[in-house]
């Protein structure tokens, strides 16, 4: 029978004082509730080695627009989670690198995806991709003279990059920052074609023929459409874009100064995930994938073998030699 003074019997052995039954619950605790946490701990530990992400991080500098869907699909194939990691259009590649550059020592990214390729020859030049199969390209692209069909015929075009520094295209070129991107490599590869003395003479007659200096190679197209500059250098997927949304612009055709511009793809070294990114590089390079890029008008075309005309053709390993010092007279002439 209880009463208001009196606790129910624990039995003979429970104390019946407050820190005795304390010091009672705390015997209790290390003896039974310590060793089972622990050993729950212990089991976790043996089986998270088991317990694998399957994830293959990206930095993703083509547009991601393109890029997406190709990552969804892969995702899907494969049940590897790509997540990617985009560039503005203003520095494309560039800030990518600096990044992956930055993260040598630890590295976070697995897959770089490029869309072009003196970046990518850099990085590797610097042990930024893994040593044995490191990049690839794939595909192509192209750099093309654009022109406004309302403000200049086909006939009145002009030909060649050379002509540009004519005072009759005073105020009526675009292009866009030629430090970065595409345009940078291209009047990288335009140094080397010409010869530095004529290749830095036409820089600084283009600078002098008061040209439009914008972010990006799509805003080229967009100033070209407007009719504000007659004439632009850009690439031609930009065209092909522009065109889509009915901008009244045409493409001029290859010629020897047209700068062929594959993707490309790198294993990182270190990559946390080296199987899964593996597998996403190569599936980067698959057919059918660089043939959907192609339909969605990211490529122009599946192999530069396909390309009849003469094209530049880039001594790398020179243009990577002379970089430091060709980006610094481009700073030197652009960016008064």
């Known amino acids: 029978m209880n009463t208001p003074n009196h606790q129910p019997d624990k039995g003979g052995n429970w104390p019946e004082d407050e820190f005795g039954q304390r010091e009672a619950g705390a015997w209790i ?11 729950v701990a212990l089991l976790a530990a043996a089986l998270l080695p088991s317990i694998k992400i399957q994830m293959a991080l990206a930095y993703c500098a083509q547009d991601q627009d393109f890029a ?21 259009e203003a520095v494309k590649t560039v800030g990518l690198a600096n ?8 590295p976070r990214c697995d897959v770089f995806w490029g869309n072009e390729e003196l970046r990518t020859r850099q990085m590797a030049a610097q042990d930024v991709f893994r040593a044995n199969n490191g990049w690839a390209a794939f595909g192509y692209r192209s750099r093309r003279i654009v022109i406004n069909t309302n403000r200049l015929s086909l006939a009145s075009a002009p030909r060649s990059l050379l002509d540009l520094t004519n005072e009759i295209w005073r105020g009526k070129v675009a292009l866009a920052y030629p430090q970065f991107g595409t345009t940078g490599t291209h009047l990288n590869a335009l140094r080397q074609y010409w010869g530095a003395v004529k290749w830095e003479a036409w820089c ?75 597998q996403l590089y190569e599936y980067l390079q698959r057919p059918e994938v660089v043939r959907q890029l192609v339909a969605a008008q990211a490529l122009e075309g599946v192999s530069a073998s396909e390309v009849s005309v003469p094209t530049l053709k880039v001594n790398w390993d020179a243009l990577l030699h002379d970089l430091e010092s060709t980006t610094a007279t481009l700073n030197q002439i652009f960016l008064r």
Do not use: C
Not at 29 to 39: Q, R
């Open 29 to 39: 605790w290390f003896s039974i509730g310590v060793p089972l946490v622990v050993g």
């Open 68 to 88: 997406e869907p190709i990552l969804r699909e892969f995702t899907k194939q494969t049940g590897v989670k790509a997540p990617a990691v985009y560039d503005s």
């Open 99 to 106: 990044r992956l550059l930055a993260e040598r020592p630890h």
């Open 204 to 278: 600084r007659a283009l600078a002098a023929n008061k040209p439009f200096l914008v972010d990006g190679n799509s805003v080229v197209v967009k100033t070209v459409g407007r009719g504000d500059a007659w004439i632009g250098l850009t690439d031609s997927d930009d065209i092909a874009a522009g065109q889509a949304e009915g901008l009244p612009i045409a493409a001029l055709p290859m010629t020897e100064e047209t700068l062929l511009i594959p993707n490309t793809v790198g294993v990182v070294r270190g990559a946390p995930h080296p199987e899964e990114a593996q």
